[in-house]
C-alpha cells in the first residue's frame, strides 16, 4: 500500500456515488456521469481505490425515461435491490439482526423519512462511506484506527462482497448486460479491493510495535 491508512478520500467518493447509482435514477447525476470513464468523471486517483475495470468502464447515456425503465426493469426482473432478498439461504432476518448491530454500533437509525430496509444496496454503500470517513477524520486526530479498519473489513466480508457477488450471479444467469449489471460488478471489485487492502494493513500491525503513547478510542470490533 502507498499510504499509511487504508481509507483514502476517494473510497469515499466512489462509495457515495455508487450509493446514488443504485438508488432511484436522479437525471442530474446521470448527466454528470454517462458517456465517460468513470475515473475520468469521478476524478480519484486510479492508482491506489478505484479497481482499473471501474476506472475504464462507461455506462452509454441515457434518456431520464430510459434510465428510470432500466431501472424498474432491473429490480422488479429477478434482481431485487437488497441483500437479503439476493441471499435468500442466508435467512433475511439475522442479516437485518447483523446489519442493524452495525449501524447502532455506530450511533445510526435509519431515517423515519423514506425509511427503506436496513440491507438496501443503497444503505449499506451509505454505511461504507460513513465507516471510510470516521477513519480518516480519526487519523487525522493521531488516533488509532485499527478497530476502525477491523469494522471496516467485517462488515465488507460479512455484507457487501457477498451481495455484490450474489447480484453479479443473478444478472448472469438471467442474462442481463445494463448499467446496473456493471454497477453491481464494479461495486463487487471495489468492496474485494478494499477488503484485501484492509487485511494487509491489518496484518502489517501485528507484527509492527505500535507508539505506547497513541491514544485510545472507542470505535467498531470484530463483532459489533
Partial sequence: MTQEFAGTPDRIDLYAFLARAFDY???AF?????????GDALGVNLVDPIPPEMAAGVI?????EERAAEYFATFEGGVPAYEGLCRPEEGRDGIFEDLLRFYHY???RLSERGRDFPDSFVTELEFMAYLV?????????????????????????RHLTAWTERACERFAERGIDNAYA???????????????????????????????EAPAIRTGTAQP
Avoid at 452509454?60 to 431520464?64: K, T, V
Avoid at 464494479?186 to 505500535?210: F, G, T, Y
Wanted: aromatic content about 6%.
Fill in 25 to 27: 435514477p436522479d437525471e
Fill in 30 to 38: 446521470w448527466d454528470r456521469f454517462e458517456g465517460r470513464p468513470l
Fill in 60 to 64: 452509454g447515456r441515457r434518456s431520464q
Fill in 106 to 108: 455506530f450511533g445510526l
Fill in 133 to 157: 470517513r470516521l477513519e480518516i477524520t480519526a487519523t487525522a486526530r493521531g488516533i488509532e484506527v485499527s478497530s476502525l479498519q477491523r469494522a471496516q473489513r467485517d462488515f465488507l466480508s
Fill in 182 to 212: 456493471r454497477l453491481a460488478a464494479w461495486s463487487n471489485a471495489l468492496a474485494k479491493s478494499h477488503r484485501d487492502a484492509l487485511e494487509h494493513r491489518l496484518a502489517d500491525d501485528l507484527v509492527r510495535p505500535r507508539a505506547s
